[in-house]
């Protein structure tokens, strides 16, 4: 099961909390986010904060694409204490946002509609995993990185693979399926082929995941098994980390081969 939507609106209020923590430790907001080595940490903080904004308004639209909140809207501000309070509205609109609109109701998403589906659910399911990396990237920064916690971490996993790689479009190699293991206990499957890419759960250890609803256990030995923290993974899959911070069984090329894979091409 996914993450209950109170338990995301939590989350959300904790990772951004946690985000304002390392912003606010900084001795300057100079500094160059080793994992955004483009920006700075400031510039990591606009982006955070822009974005709540955006998506708060995207929320509050529905399903029709919203007019972007940060057009006309006054900049970030570059006084600490002023970025900080700045911060903190950005969350609340956004949390008071999803809230209004509870989990059920229609909302614009740029992911395809295959596994993840177009509700506010959703969105702040996915709005959760990019606070909680994004608070990475800040604490890293600062030299006082963190794993994720351990609920946000795995489902942060799940909601990775079913948001921003299930696709449609024709995987471009040879088909292949990398098998997620967390020692938490937890495991899924990607296939890629040229139906695109989907993901499932295996239900326990040592199982085999169905092909579909209805067919037959997919038999097939997979291409690469990759095994770590729910922590780790969550890192690897948004290229915050290296993949040999995994223990690998199999053909590593597929993974490297995933990362530099765009579907839209």
Request: charged share 20%; proline share 8%; glycine share 6%.
């Amino acid at each position: 099961m996914t993450l209950e939507f109170p338990a995301l609106l939590r989350l959300i209020d904790e990772r951004s909390t946690a985000f304002r923590a390392a912003i606010a430790s900084a001795p300057s907001l100079d500094a160059q986010v080793p994992t955004c080595p483009e920006w700075t940490l400031f510039d990591l903080a606009q982006h955070i904060g822009e974005g709540r904004r955006d998506w708060a308004a995207t929320v509050a639209a529905g399903p029709a694409p919203a007019k972007s909140a940060a057009e006309g809207a006054s900049a970030a501000p570059r006084e600490r204490e002023a970025l900080l309070a700045w911060l903190s509205e950005s969350t609340d609109q956004l949390v008071d946002a999803l809230r209004k609109a509870g989990p059920d109701r229609g909302c614009w998403s740029w992911w395809e509609t295959l596994q993840s589906p177009h509700t506010t659910g959703a969105v702040a399911r996915h709005q959760l995993q990019q606070m909680a990396v994004h608070t990475y990237d800040a604490q890293i920064t600062v030299g006082t990185p963190q794993p994720l916690p351990v609920e946000v971490a795995l489902d942060g996993v799940e909601e990775f693979l079913s948001t921003c790689v299930a696709t449609t479009s024709a995987w471009p190699h040879k088909p292949a399926a990398i098998d997620f293991h967390a020692s938490e206990g937890r495991s899924w499957r990607l296939s890629l082929s040229a139906d695109g890419a989907r993901t499932v759960r295996l239900p326990e250890p040592g199982t085999l995941p169905a092909t579909a609803a209805g067919q037959e256990p997919d038999a097939a030995p997979a291409s690469l098994s990759a095994r770590g923290t729910a922590n780790e993974l969550v890192l690897i899959l948004h290229n915050r980390i290296p993949i040999d911070s995994l223990e690998l069984d199999g053909d590593r090329r597929v993974f490297e081969q995933l990362s530099a894979w765009d579907p839209g091409e």
